[in-house]
């Protein structure tokens, strides 16, 4: 039977019981009333009158000059080369983020922007004006969930914030969208990211808003480290790091390859970036620290990892390396599970150490940061401070500043609107 017919059938049976009720009997009604019957007081009407908002006629509307200007239309204060951008939950139908000032724990900016598949997408830019690129999102609108057409997004948020530039991506495309597998191009130009459909990397010119180039490449990715207009990457079963070219046209090509990961070698989900001096960090999924300098394209020489970021008191969780690449740090768990497993624990401890060649240079617990929670963490665009986010003593959300070679305490700051629960802190870029 078809579900047109079970509701015919339905709604026949459902008028033949109202009739039956509505007076197809001749039987008197009751002369008491049931026990456990209550009844309502009547509930009149309210005539419209003068008073009532729009009853007898819409009110008026007031002129552009009594109407305030909303916030997120308005042009939006830069982001500086001292702020941070904090990002707020990311599985939610758009993601929060705001622009902090460490030094007062002020928001400057904010920005909602579209979720990613995984990660949210978000790159932050160090400004001059309100026009300036502020936010590069790579978004996925879904408007019937898993089972709808969705829309794939390059958003550049500036200026007025409900009017971004975007552009529209092919519905074939699935940017893969942990942290480190796209990025922008120091110029501006170009905005690379890995594609899961494609299985490889797929190049966007963001002056013209088409896309330019895309390379397959089994076995490799899903990292895009760049220097210039290369972008590098590890082919983990073949041990390699790869080298990508942009051209002039924007297309895309495999520049060369050096065989000179160890036989050992596994990859990991994330990884960083040191856009100063050209080196990118990877924390393989076994605990090897890697610090790949780029600065001059291949290595030619063996790599082998600086050291082993495994502890007995708790699982490596997350890794950044700063801009100038003189510091590091990785975060630890309270828990022997790997941070990937939903009962991984809380992150409790971060180890800063040397890049060169895995020297400690300071460690920082909870209790001496004075904060209850490790919510999210990361370096100033200068790479002289790490900033970290937590709750503070008294459970207020809380930002501090620590020498990135020393681990000493240099700002204390409340942040006093963040709407939403920090999961990540970005470093703005410096483009152009």
């Known amino acids: 039977m078809t579900a047109s017919r079970r509701r015919t059938i339905r709604a026949a049976s459902l008028v033949a019981a109202a009739l039956a009720l509505a007076g197809c009997t ?28 729009l009853g007898s006629s819409d009110e008026e509307i007031p002129d552009a000059d009594g109407i305030p200007q909303p916030l997120h239309v308005g042009s939006i204060d830069p982001i500086g ?25 002020e928001a400057t900016a904010k920005f909602a922007t579209g979720p990613g598949i995984w990660d949210a997408v978000i790159h932050p830019f160090v400004g001059a004006d309100a ?36 552009i529209e991506m092919a519905d074939y495309t699935r940017a893969h969208s942990r942290w480190g597998s796209s990025v922008v191009t120091d110029d501006g130009r170009y905005f690379a990211f890995w594609d899961d459909a494609l299985y490889g990397i797929r190049v966007y010119d963001l002056e013209t808003g088409e896309e330019t180039g895309a390379l397959q490449l089994l076995g490799c990715g899903p990292f895009t480290w760049a220097v210039g207009h290369d972008i590098f990457s590890v082919c ?29 070698f596994v990859s990991n ?5 040191a856009f100063d001096a050209g080196q990118s960090l990877l924390v393989s999924a076994n605990g090897d620290v890697f610090v790949f300098d780029l ?3 291949l290595p030619a020489d063996p790599i082998a990892p600086i050291g082993n970021a495994g502890q007995d ?12 690449a003189t510091s590091m740090v990785i975060s630890y768990t309270d828990s022997a599970i790997h941070p990937h497993s939903v009962d991984s624990g809380d992150e409790v401890k971060l180890i800063l150490s040397d890049p060169a060649d895995f020297t400690t240079l300071a460690t920082l617990e909870l209790a001496g940061m004075g904060l209850t929670s490790l919510d999210a963490f990361g370096y100033s665009v200068d790479g002289k401070t790490l900033h970290v986010v937590g709750s503070g003593a008294d459970e207020s959300l809380t930002i501090v500043g620590f020498d990135a070679r020393t681990g000493a305490e240099t700002s204390r700051a409340v942040i006093d609107d963040f709407t939403d629960s920090p999961s990540r802190l970005l470093t703005p870029q410096v483009i152009g």
């Open 81 to 105: 080369s001292d702020e941070v951008l904090l990002v707020g939950e990311t599985w939610n139908l758009e993601v929060s983020s705001q622009v902090i000032d460490p030094a007062t724990g």
């Open 295 to 297: 600065a001059d394209g």
């Open 131 to 166: 026009e300036d690129p502020a936010v590069l999102a790579q978004e996925v609108w879904r408007p019937r969930g898993t089972r709808g057409a969705a829309d794939f997004t390059i958003s550049t948020y500036s200026g007025n914030l409900l009017e971004p530039d975007e």
């Open 236 to 264: 983990e079963d073949e041990r390699q790091i790869i080298q990508l070219s942009i051209g002039k046209d924007g297309g895309i090509e495999d520049a060369g390859r050096a065989d000179v990961l160890p036989e050992d």
């Open 269 to 273: 989900r994330y990884a960083s970036q």
């Open 313 to 324: 008191s708790g699982r490596f969780a997350q890794s950044f390396i700063n801009n100038p």
């Open 26 to 53: 001749a039987d008197p009604a009751p002369a008491e009333t049931p026990a456990g019957f209550v009844e309502l007081p009547d509930q009149p009407w309210t005539a419209a009158d003068e008073e009532t908002t």
